[in-house]
């Protein structure tokens, strides 16, 4: 008793250390003491495969036999070694069941191969000094070589945000005379222990070696998060989480086992064919009066009739799916495509709901200035030359006083109040030979054109202040409290920075107080969106009816006013303003009013309109896919009104649809009164943010879903990585239906591998989406080809190669059970060992496989038609009804080559061997051909190859057949009448209803 008990604890012991995760920590990291590190800490390498080398045969192994039909053949493979159940040879049964279990495993042992030898690309890329390139780890940033000790970086991988973010250094590091001294302090990094919140992160920084000890506490400002990109300068940084404890890979789940609908459909005919096949049994033994051991009988007819469930059906398909893989990968209409999961390739034919990212996916994120509009007049991209000239006369005049404003004039405000109002930084790159810690003296007054790159935390600002520089006024230096513009004729203007407000996602503009340095004006500046400038500026007729006109173009608009304020004016503002900010209670409050005392009847000087370039044909694509009947979700960490403007410039919302702003709601209240606004709307796209969707969720999952689920199209913003993977999983949940996600990001990965079937873009972006994902592309219009053509053609094929495959087994069951009912119900095999190999493999498998090349429409018109695609959806290639069919036709043909043998054998019953087993081939390959649609020359090789190998084939059988008899008319005129009585009924039957009732697609090809 103590022995077992002893046993179970041990047992219970070693299943909880294989179970156990390790508990995240807190961790201390000291700078340049690697051995004070007690803690083992995670290895920094990404890890996109699915098995280990002691996982990888029992994984495998597990994957094929949780399908009933591979558990099902090995049952029966194994009952061959009982002597009282033997049929016949034991490699009639475990050959095919060897070669679908190697296929399998190589396959799997290739894409793994793959997707091990990726990451080690991946993980083998060396870092020294990061500049534009991906961070690889978490860090604390503790240096920079900027002056101002802050950088930018680019987070698009990690939360899909276009908008640069400002991080500063730790100011007791930064403030460090020279760079080797960072590794001569003794100090440390305390830092939290590993989360999911990629916005937030408590920290301190320990210097202990000063007089005093420096403590200085970090947050999310202090830290560069792996997967971003460093944007501006060189960093310096030290890393405080690596591998799976950074915050990207935290919000990346687990890759999992994909399996298609298609293979589950199969797997659910294969359990009918089972309950027939059992059923059959039970039928013979009562018909045969249960005498003897009934028992042993029963099983014996289980084994003679179970190539009702063929063996091959697994093989054909895995072959098949391999097929449309490099069918795929050679299409040089979609180059660059790579198939990594090999497995799915008809889960493209049957998608009802499309997942995309916006940034990087559906946009370049580049954006181009396309409109300025002044009211009376409007300039477009091919008119800006006009600016031009006016702005080079503006500069080149005296300024003489001007009565009434002429256009010139207006243009010349307006771009210089654009080349002024926003947080843009002029940089110079560094030229070869100046070292990081000295080139700031040498390089700022270098101010060429050549080297000259901006930074800024949203990439709208930048394309504004290239356009003031196409259009003459340039920006070529910026500091903490001035700016200079150069003119067209070469001139620095310097105008001192008073006061700047910063723009915020609540008040949605941004403003500047500057001072001409040559006239000591002073000008408030502001620029924002129109709904919160509309109020702000001057009475006019025309900002509202020109906002909606650019909005409809898919142009970001931006208001641009000014007001002239006088020496006293500013004073008053000021000492209000300092006052303000120095106040306890209600701070934030007391500031912005003191700001909106300033921000009234200001001069409106024009509205400006940037685009964010979509990819190449993206509208195109859109389309084709909402023809299909495929419903587009637009999934994105960007802002709310970036992501509608996104949607009404790429048509994923029509010009004649009306979009629904779901309002922030935060409690349940909110959310009901919400939903039921919502639900009086009819035929309109919802916009929704990640906050508001997780209130509704959390409440009204259920009924959100459905409504959602209506919706012609659906965009949520400011959505994390984890929150697109659940909508991916609830759409899968609640309707059933299949999902494919496509995006470019480190962002995207989670809902990448959580959908049915997953896209990765290879971009610019870097390899992180296409790595993790089952089909990868090079740009998003592809989507159509790969969907509409070899979407259809896979799904198309392997319905029709596993139906066949199907028939094929049913046909041979049907004649066994004819043969044993008129043999007074003996469990004796009609055709033994080699005829039974021979019948799967080499006499029937190359026209049958050959259903692989077949297509019922050219890709040209799948793609002009892309409402075919609607067909497939509903699944009526593979059914029961379509199943049914094909079960009747067997039954038929079986019945009919079976006793038209019997009918016309004379003398020996090696005769009906030959007689049945001749017309069954020859049936087979006519059936192949009244299946297929579209010849292919390589089909009619495996036609005729087929009937080549048999006839061939017939010199050697002599064990099964009659040599002499077979060479006799006779024989020839039998087979020829139970081959026609068998297949000439099906064309005629195939004619009339290609004639009378012809599918969609034959009417569009005729």
């Avoid at 013979?284 to 469930?309: A, D, E, H, K």
């Avoid at 001409?516 to 129109?530: L, P, Q, V």
């Avoid at 997953?758 to 990868?776: C, P, R, V, Y």
Wanted: aromatic fraction near 10%; charge should be neutral; include cysteine.
């Amino acid at each position: 008793m103590c022995r077992w008990l002893y046993t179970c604890i041990c047992s219970d012991w070693l299943i909880n250390i294989c179970r156990r995760k390790k508990d995240l920590k807190a961790r201390t990291v000291w700078l340049g003491c690697p051995e004070k590190c007690e803690e083992k800490y995670p290895k920094n390498a990404i890890k996109n495969q699915k098995y280990n080398i002691f996982t990888f045969i029992p994984g495998v192994l597990y994957e094929q036999f949780k399908f009933f039909l591979n558990l099902y053949f090995l049952v029966v493979s194994c009952s061959q070694f009982v002597p009282a159940l033997k049929i016949g040879y034991l490699y009639t049964y475990w050959a095919p069941l060897g070669f679908v279990l190697t296929v399998t495993v190589v396959r799997e042992a290739v894409d793994e191969f793959r997707r091990y030898k990726r990451d080690k690309e991946m993980n083998s890329q060396l870092y020294s000094k990061l500049t534009n390139q991906r961070i690889p780890s978490d860090m604390v940033f503790l240096r920079t070589s900027e002056k101002t000790g802050s950088c930018f970086i680019r987070t698009d991988q990690l939360d899909g945000e276009t908008d640069w973010k400002l991080k500063v250094a730790v100011s007791c590091t930064q403030r460090l005379p020279a760079l080797g001294d960072l590794f001569s302090i003794n100090a440390y990094v305390y830092a939290q222990k590993p989360q999911l919140d990629i916005h937030s992160f408590e920290g301190t920084f320990t210097r202990e070696d000063s007089d005093p000890a420096v403590h200085e506490s970090l947050s999310i400002e202090n830290t560069l998060w792996a997967s971003t990109v460093v944007a501006s300068g060189t960093v310096i940084g030290v890393v405080i989480y690596t591998g799976k404890e950074t915050r990207s890979v935290m919000n990346t789940s687990n890759p999992k086992n994909k399996v298609g609908l298609l293979d589950l459909e199969l797997n659910q005919l294969t359990k009918a064919l089972f309950l027939a096949l059992v059923a059959l049994s039970v039928v013979m033994v009562t018909l045969q009066g249960f005498v003897g051991p009934w028992y042993r009988n029963l099983f014996r007819f289980l084994l003679l009739f179970s190539y009702i469930i063929p063996i091959s059906l697994r093989v054909n398909l895995d072959m098949g799916k391999a097929a449309y893989g490099w069918m795929i990968m050679k299409d040089d209409n979609i180059p660059g495509t790579v198939v990594r999961t090999s497995t799915i390739p008809e889960e493209l034919g049957r998608l009802v709901y499309l997942l995309t990212d916006k940034t990087g996916t559906l946009t370049q994120n580049e954006m181009v200035f396309k409109r300025l509009h002044l009211g009376t007049v409007s300039y477009g991209t091919d008119t800006m030359d006009e600016i031009q000239s006016h702005i080079i006369n503006s500069y080149s005049q005296s300024s003489a006083p001007k009565v009434r404003k002429s256009v010139s004039s207006r243009i010349h405000e307006a771009v210089k109040a654009i080349a002024l109002c926003h947080n843009v930084t002029p940089v110079y790159e560094s030229r070869a030979g100046v070292s990081a810690e000295t080139e700031y003296a040498e390089v700022d007054q270098d101010f060429s054109d050549e080297n000259r790159t901006y930074q800024a935390s949203s990439p709208d600002e930048v394309a504004l202040v290239q356009w003031t520089e196409s259009v003459g006024l340039t920006l070529v230096n910026r500091d903490l409290t001035s700016m200079q513009l150069k003119t067209p004729g070469g001139h620095i203007l310097t105008y001192y920075i008073l006061q700047i407000f910063p723009f915020t996602s609540e008040s949605k503009r941004m403003g500047i107080i500057v001072r001409d340095e040559s006239s000591g004006d002073i000008t408030f500046y502001m620029k924002g969106a129109d709904v919160a400038m509309s109020t702000i500026v001057q009475y006019n007729d025309w900002l509202e009816e020109e906002c909606g006109n650019m909005a409809r173009e898919g142009l970001r608009t931006l208001v641009v006013a000014k007001k002239s304020l006088t020496e006293e004016q500013y004073q008053d503002f000021e000492s209000r303003y300092n006052q303000a900010k120095l106040s306890i209670h209600d701070r934030n409050l007391k500031v912005a009013a003191v700001v909106e005392s300033l921000e009234r009847e200001m001069e409106l000087l024009c509205l400006t309109g940037v685009e964010d370039q979509l990819q190449a044909d993206v509208r195109p694509t859109l389309e084709m896919l909402r023809n299909a009947g495929i419903k587009i979700w637009m999934l994105t960490g960007d802002k709310l009104e970036t992501a509608t403007c996104i949607a009404k410039s790429s048509h994923l919302v029509s010009r004649t649809q009306d979009i629904h702003i779901f309002r922030p709601v935060a409690t349940r209240g909110e959310a009901h009164l919400e939903l039921n606004a919502f639900r009086r709307k009819h035929d309109c796209a919802l916009v929704i943010s990640g906050d508001s969707l997780e209130v509704c969720l959390k409440y009204y999952e259920h009924e959100f879903v459905e409504l959602a689920c209506q919706c012609p199209a659906v965009v949520c913003c400011r959505c994390s990585p984890t929150q697109k993977a659940h909508i991916v999983k609830l759409l899968q949940h609640h309707t059933g239906k299949r999902t494919c996600a496509i995006g470019d990001g480190g962002n995207d990965v989670s809902m990448i591998q959580a959908a049915d079937c997953g896209i990765g873009i290879e971009g610019k972006e870097g390899k992180q989406a296409s790595l993790a994902a089952d089909f990868s592309i090079t740009q998003f219009k592809h989507i159509g080809r790969l969907l509409m053509v070899h979407g259809r053609n896979s799904y198309k094929r392997s319905a029709a190669l596993g139906q066949f495959v199907m028939h094929r087994g049913l046909i041979i069951s049907t004649m066994q059970a004819v043969f044993s009912s008129v043999f007074y119900f003996a469990s004796v095999p009609l055709y033994q060992g080699f005829l039974m190999v021979g019948y799967a493999t080499i006499y029937t498998m190359f026209p049958v496989f050959s259903l692989v090349l077949d297509q019922d429409v050219k890709p040209e018109m799948a793609l002009l038609y892309p409402e075919l695609y609607k067909d497939l959806t509903k699944g009526r290639s593979l059914s029961f009804k379509t199943f049914l069919i094909w079960v009747l036709i067997s039954i038929y043909q079986g019945g009919i080559l079976m006793y038209g043998a019997l009918l016309l054998f004379e003398s020996e019953f090696v005769h009906v061997v030959a007689i049945s087993f001749t017309a069954l081939i020859l049936t087979e390959l006519l059936m192949v051909a009244l299946t297929i649609r579209t010849w292919h020359w390589l089909m009619v090789v495996a036609e005729f190859l087929s009937l080549g190998c048999y006839v061939a084939s017939l010199a050697f059988l002599n064990e099964y057949f009659d040599v002499a008899f077979i060479t006799t008319v006779t024989f020839l005129w039998k087979v020829s009448a139970i081959t026609v009585v068998s297949c000439l009924p099906l064309y005629i039957l195939k004619y009339l209803k290609r004639k009378f009732s012809p599918p969609s697609y034959s009417k569009l090809t005729s």
